[in-house]
């Protein structure tokens, strides 16, 4: 039977999209933490008040051998916590390939372990601006909406370009699973629940539930209770599962409304690592520039070369002279699509985890040296690396951002008496106002 305490528990794909799936909860009230790891009894039982506990993982980069060997562990290990739901969160842009970030295979691992006939699979987000309509995705940019295969930065992502927007046939390249569709006519329909029974009793592989309003979130949340056993399942799909499920949630009365959350307060000085190469982190990194900021731009073959270590240490004594001398301070290894390196980088194999880890490096240096208490790393998969390299163990929700979430700050716990407290956002390429950093430095919501 399922933990009637434990509303949800999911593994993030990244840790961006992990830290999304948390504000969203902590912001409506569900008491949650995210882990880099599994944790030992110890640490689970400090954070036993939590309503939905989360796994930060590294799936949307690796390949589908790597998903064998290290989904399955993590997905057993949360199907133990027997939590309501179980949800794989995906980005809700979708990108994914079927050597790189293969979502139809993470499905078929947890199928497979729940012992399931389909898994329900929710991308739409109307907060995020992603929505869903008749199984294609559409997401905004610069306050244009567009399909995501012809969307100005996914269709051009540097590892995996979403060059499909119906997301059955994209699934389709990465699976043998089927993909029904409860489509938003279905969805809204007086007799919704026994079209959709239909639908879900000859579905074997996954349904999709289109959502692409605010009504048609509460039509999808309110199908996914609905249809959940008692024994708990696993679902898929973006930080729109959650915000789907809130609603139905607060109607059963199993939450209390939104959560008030103090402002920090401003530092004084506040450290950055990118490894973007969003136009929208450029744009944040340029706005900074003009606002109290010092920008140090790094050359990622040079710190993947040989000489790494001697250039690394350059970062660091240039990113402690800025904080030294009373400012922000943001490293980055591209300013932007046009000085993206990708190409050169993914001549070795496993140079862009490593990157993230020499950033993460970095930034553990700045903070530790110069006692900060609030520091920033822009990038998905970035995100997802250098994290590690701070020796955090479990984040909890800080402040959530209202206007641009997504991109909470949160604090950080772990062994290391220079990170443990320390105030870290973590910020995925195309999430945030131009005036991110500078807000994070200020601790406002918007």
């Not at 999808?220 to 729109?240: C, E, H, M, N």
């Not at 998969?381 to 020796?391: G, I, K």
């Amino acid at each position: 039977m399922a933990n009637q305490d434990l509303l949800l528990s999911y593994y993030g794909d990244d840790l961006t999209g992990s830290t999304d799936v948390m504000e969203a909860l902590a912001s409506n009230g569900v008491e949650t933490v995210l882990f880099m790891d599994v944790p030992d009894s110890s640490l689970l039982e400090r954070f036993s008040h939590c309503r939905a506990i989360g796994l930060a993982g590294t799936s949307r980069s690796e390949t589908p051998e790597w998903m064998d060997d290290h989904l399955t562990p993590a997905f057993a290990w949360l199907k133990g916590l027997n939590a309501a739901i179980c949800h794989y969160k995906v980005c809700s842009t979708f990108d994914s390939s079927s050597r790189i970030g293969n979502i139809g295979k993470a499905v078929e691992i947890g199928k497979a372990l729940f012992g399931q006939n389909y898994v329900p699979l929710l991308v739409g987000a109307p907060q995020l601006k992603r929505y869903t309509a008749f199984g294609h995705l559409f997401a905004a940019y610069q306050g244009e909406m567009y399909r995501i295969d012809r969307h100005p930065v996914m269709s051009r992502h540097p590892v995996t370009p979403m060059a499909e927007a119906d997301l059955r046939l994209h699934l389709k390249e990465q699976t043998a699973l089927q993909t029904r569709l409860a489509d938003l006519s279905m969805l809204a329909a007086t007799d919704a629940d026994e079209r959709i029974d239909a639908l879900c009793r000859s579905a074997d592989g996954m349904v999709l539930f289109d959502v692409d309003s605010a009504e048609s979130q509460v039509h999808a949340g309110r199908q996914l209770w609905r249809l959940t056993p008692d024994k708990g399942w696993f679902v898929a799909g973006s930080s729109g599962v959650e915000y789907a499920l809130l609603t139905a949630w607060s109607k059963a009365g199993l939450t209390q409304g939104r959560k008030v959350f103090p402002l920090p307060g401003k530092v004084d000085r506040l450290a950055v690592v990118s490894g973007s190469v969003s136009p929208t982190t450029e744009r944040q990194i340029r706005n900074a520039t003009e606002n109290g900021f010092t920008g140090i731009n790094l050359d990622p073959i040079e710190l993947l070369g040989e000489n790494g270590s001697i250039v690394l240490e350059r970062a660091v004594v240039a990113g402690i002279e800025t904080l030294e001398n009373g400012r922000s301070v943001i490293l980055n290894t591209a300013l932007g699509p046009s000085a993206d390196r990708g190409g050169d980088i993914d001549r070795v194999p496993g140079s862009r985890h490593r990157l993230g880890r020499m950033l993460g490096t970095i930034l553990r240096r700045l903070v530790s040296e110069q006692q900060l208490t609030r520091a920033v790393i822009a990038g998905g998969d970035t995100s997802s690396h250098a994290l590690r390299e701070l020796d955090v163990t479990a984040l909890t929700t800080l402040l959530p951002l209202p206007q641009t979430p997504g991109s909470p700050l949160c604090t950080a716990y772990g062994s290391n008496a220079a990170t443990n407290g320390l105030q870290i956002a973590l910020k995925g390429g195309q999430v945030g106002s131009d005036a991110y950093f500078s807000q994070i430095r200020d601790g406002l919501q918007g």
